[in-house]
Structures are given as structure tokens and as C-alpha cells.
């Protein structure tokens, strides 16, 4: 989420459960995990609540596979693979490469 956000993102009281928010001491990551209630569509959901974090200019982060729905700008690809050369902590990840090496020898 932004480093001003001021509320959580609404959802659709009608399909969620339960929601728990939690965070990372000092890096501005906020975590939201939702149960959604029996039918409901979890694609849907999940989509729902990324274009709901885009809308107040947050991002989904780039773990848990969410990453590869982003490109990662030029610095912070460069950043990802001097710290991991092999390519093995998240591959694909902001648009990355899924190849060994990202793809060099």
C-alpha cells in the first residue's frame, strides 16, 4: 500500500469472512489476508482487491508469485539480480526472467 494510506481497501461484505491485516515493522509492507465465504469466486476477489490497491496507488508485492503481475522498473531489476545471480529466489519475478541465470551463462 502507499506510504500515505490512511484506511484499508474496500471489499464486498457479502463474499468475505474474515480479513487480517498485518505488517512489517519499518518497511511500509501491509499484508491482507482475506477468507472469502463458500461460492465465492477467490480469482475474482483477489482481483478485486489488487485494482482496489492500484486505485489509491499501492501495489500488490512482489512475492507470492503477485510479483509477476508487475514490471519492475530497469534499477530495481538490475537491484534483484546482483543479489541473486542465480536467479533462484524468485524467478519471474516484476517481469524478470524465469531462466537460470536470467537467461545468460
Same mark, same amino acid.
Request: proline share 7%.
Given at each position: 500500500?502507499?506510504?500515505?494510506?490512511?484506511?484499508?481497501?474496500?471489499?464486498?461484505?457479502?463474499?468475505?469472512?474474515?480479513?487480517?491485516?498485518?505488517? @512489517?515493522?519499518?518497511?511500509?509492507?501491509? @499484508?491482507? $489476508?482475506?477468507?472469502?465465504?463458500?461460492?465465492? $469466486?477467490?480469482?475474482?476477489?483477489? @482481483? $478485486?482487491?489488487?485494482?482496489?490497491?492500484?486505485?489509491?496507488?499501492?501495489?500488490?508485492?512482489?512475492?507470492?508469485?503477485?510479483?509477476?503481475?508487475?514490471?519492475?522498473?530497469?534499477?530495481?531489476?538490475?537491484?534483484?539480480?546482483?543479489? $541473486?545471480?542465480?536467479?533462484?529466489?524468485?524467478?519471474?519475478?516484476?517481469?524478470?526472467?524465469?531462466?537460470?541465470?536470467?537467461?545468460?551463462?
Amino acid at each position: 500500500l502507499p506510504k500515505n494510506e490512511t484506511g484499508i481497501p474496500d471489499m464486498d461484505v457479502d463474499k468475505v469472512a474474515l480479513r487480517m491485516r498485518y505488517s @512489517h515493522f519499518g518497511c511500509n509492507v501491509v @499484508h491482507e $489476508d482475506v477468507c472469502v465465504k463458500p461460492g465465492v $469466486d477467490v480469482d475474482q476477489i483477489h @482481483h $478485486d482487491l489488487k485494482h482496489a490497491v492500484e486505485a489509491i496507488s499501492g501495489r500488490l508485492p512482489a512475492e507470492h508469485g503477485h510479483g509477476v503481475e508487475y514490471e519492475a522498473p530497469a534499477d530495481t531489476k538490475a537491484r534483484w539480480q546482483a543479489m $541473486d545471480p542465480l536467479n533462484i529466489f524468485n524467478p519471474g519475478i516484476g517481469g524478470t526472467s524465469m531462466a537460470k541465470r536470467y537467461g545468460g551463462k
